[in-house]
């Protein structure tokens, strides 16, 4: 439906000149910090934006600077005070923050915050600028124009307010999962998992459900799930994909390397089980009967979880433990009702119906009992094949989506296959568990022999309560973490 608006209210953003001039405590003393030392200055004649006959199309631009000539490093909050917004519609009124000399930046455009009061609204949080240096911005205003819908509900709407800069504050709010949502203002929920997934898409989640509760995941090929979180052994950056979020409010991650552009996304080539003709083979743990492996025992670690552990505790342990959930759930999901294909297949190949629930407690793999097994030395394990559904994979399918890719639009892993969570099937002689192809077919949802040896790519959730420092989840600006002396590590 085309639509064609006459006249929207006529919608002024008035921006004026606002001097920093709060008390600041800094380095142990009361510095007085005055428009002689920092101050921001716009570059456009009084300072104001005006919008006549507001409608889809329009966009306005606003340029300053933030001068820092003190002695001393600031952090500045950029703020719209006074902020009124009635527009109805989301998605079509965003602003775009850039800037020079490290300020605050934006890849892509947000939505303005609803406000039906005038409220004092914070952009961006603790903006550093060092002493000497001088920041210049520029924010974009646009109400977007999409022929595709009726936008006549934002006709006689207001959108008014005032551009300043205050003492820089935490924000309350930016915990990682919180930022996720804010920052991903497109939300989906997909029904028909017949087919690969493989757009390119940003700003964007989609919608499921673990034990009854909402989460949010990543498909296609997203390029704006990428964090930068912890260090490894050899003191390199590591890097991670977000899968999606978990019941218990964490947010799961696939293991990266040591950058966006990695080939090697993986922590080494492993077996799934060292033996491989017994059914209990297809099990992250097993048990024993007889000498013969048992599944659901849960005592005896496999091949594969044994490379996992040890690589976690030389490298995360210590320093980064305390961000990750002991409660979020690893699904080994050994149900079946023919002893011959596993659940994960029979959802995948048969129904084409992926799920993050987890039915057996036994197949519940956490450090926690409150959740699941318990059985979980270290808060790390695998990615299931009905996450790789979600994220766009099909079973027996080429599909080259978020987890397939590199920031480079490469394979992550080169042409090395790598091992996935989930039993595939028993035939009485071989136990097969699920994994996905590299570029020999690319991000192939297939089955592997378990004592076949292919790529380990670990998956970690860190807590809901963890908070980000920055970035917007591109391979240029991943999120990062807060680093925090509490033990908690929130």
């Known amino acids: 439906?085309?639509?064609?608006?006459?006249?929207?209210?006529?919608?002024?953003?008035?921006?004026?000149?606002?001097?920093?001039?709060?008390?600041?405590?800094?380095?142990?003393?009361?510095?007085?910090?005055?428009?002689?030392?920092?101050?921001?200055?716009?570059?456009?004649?009084?300072?104001?934006?005006?919008?006549?006959?507001?409608?889809?199309?329009?966009?306005?631009?606003?340029?300053?600077?933030?001068?820092?000539?003190?002695?001393?490093?600031?952090?500045?909050?950029?703020?719209?005070?006074?902020?009124?917004?009635?527009?109805?519609?989301?998605?079509?009124?965003?602003?775009?923050?850039?800037?020079?000399?490290?300020?605050?930046?934006?890849?892509?455009?947000?939505?303005?915050?609803?406000?039906s009061i005038a409220t004092d609204t914070v952009l961006a949080y603790s903006v550093v600028i060092p002493n000497g240096v001088t920041q210049s911005y520029t924010i974009e205003f646009k109400y977007a124009n999409d022929e595709s819908v009726d936008q006549s509900e934002d006709m006689g709407k207001k959108l008014s307010g005032t551009l300043f800069i205050t003492e820089g504050t935490e924000d309350p709010n930016k915990t990682l999962y919180?930022?996720?949502?804010?920052?991903?203002?497109?939300?989906?929920?997909?029904?028909?998992?017949?087919?690969?997934?493989?757009?390119?898409?940003?700003?964007?989640?989609?919608?499921?459900?673990?034990?009854?509760?909402?989460?949010?995941?990543?498909?296609?090929?997203?390029?704006?799930?990428?964090?930068?979180?912890?260090?490894?052994?050899s003191n390199q950056d590591l890097y991670w994909r977000i899968i999606r979020t978990n019941s218990d409010g964490s947010v799961r991650l696939l293991y990266h390397g040591t950058s966006a552009t990695a080939t090697d996304a993986y922590i080494g080539e492993s077996a799934f089980n060292s033996s491989y003709n017994n059914i209990a083979s297809v099990s992250y743990m097993y048990g024993s009967l007889g000498g013969i492996p048992n599944a659901r025992e849960n005592t005896t670690n496999s091949t594969i979880k044994t490379i996992i552990d040890n690589w976690y505790k030389d490298n995360?342990?210590?320093?980064?433990?305390?961000?990750?959930?002991?409660?979020?759930?690893?699904?080994?999901?050994?149900?079946?009702?023919?002893?011959?294909?596993?659940?994960?297949?029979?959802?995948?190949?048969?129904?084409?119906?992926?799920?993050?629930?987890?039915?057996?407690?036994?197949?519940?793999?956490?450090?926690?009992?409150?959740?699941?097994?318990?059985?979980?030395?270290?808060?790390?394990?695998?990615?299931?094949?009905?996450?790789?559904?979600?994220?766009?994979?099909?079973?027996?399918t080429n599909a080259e989506t978020w987890y397939y890719y590199n920031s480079a639009n490469k394979s992550s892993t080169g042409s090395t296959w790598w091992w996935l969570l989930s039993p595939h099937s028993w035939d009485d002689r071989d136990a097969f568990v699920f994994g996905v192809d590299g570029s020999s077919s690319p991000g192939r949802l297939s089955s592997y022999r378990v004592g076949s040896t292919y790529g380990v790519r670990p998956a970690i959730s860190l807590k809901s309560c963890v908070k980000t420092s920055g970035g917007d989840g591109s391979a240029s600006a991943p999120y990062t973490i807060e680093e925090t002396t509490s033990t908690s590590g929130c």
Request: hydrophobic share 35%.
């Open 316 to 396: 995360l342990n210590t320093n980064y433990g305390k961000y990750l959930s002991t409660t979020a759930v690893y699904c080994n999901d050994r149900s079946t009702s023919d002893n011959y294909e596993f659940g994960a297949y029979t959802r995948l190949d048969t129904n084409k119906t992926p799920t993050y629930d987890c039915a057996t407690t036994e197949d519940k793999f956490t450090v926690d009992t409150s959740t699941g097994n318990g059985k979980l030395t270290y808060p790390i394990a695998l990615m299931t094949a009905d996450e790789v559904a979600f994220a766009g994979g099909v079973d027996a």
């Open 178 to 233: 919180n930022q996720l949502l804010a920052d991903k203002s497109t939300k989906f929920t997909r029904t028909d998992f017949s087919k690969v997934l493989t757009a390119d898409n940003t700003n964007t989640l989609y919608t499921s459900t673990e034990d009854s509760k909402t989460v949010y995941y990543f498909a296609g090929n997203a390029t704006d799930n990428w964090v930068k979180f912890g260090k490894n052994a």
């Open 1 to 115: 439906l085309t639509l064609v608006i006459v006249s929207l209210l006529v919608v002024v953003l008035s921006v004026s000149l606002a001097w920093f001039t709060t008390q600041i405590i800094g380095k142990g003393k009361n510095l007085n910090v005055s428009s002689a030392n920092l101050q921001i200055v716009f570059t456009d004649s009084d300072g104001s934006i005006s919008g006549s006959n507001i409608e889809p199309g329009w966009s306005a631009t606003k340029t300053f600077t933030v001068q820092n000539n003190s002695k001393s490093e600031y952090k500045y909050n950029i703020v719209i005070k006074d902020l009124l917004n009635t527009f109805v519609t989301n998605g079509y009124l965003k602003y775009k923050i850039t800037s020079t000399n490290d300020g605050y930046n934006m890849t892509e455009f947000k939505d303005i915050p609803k406000s």
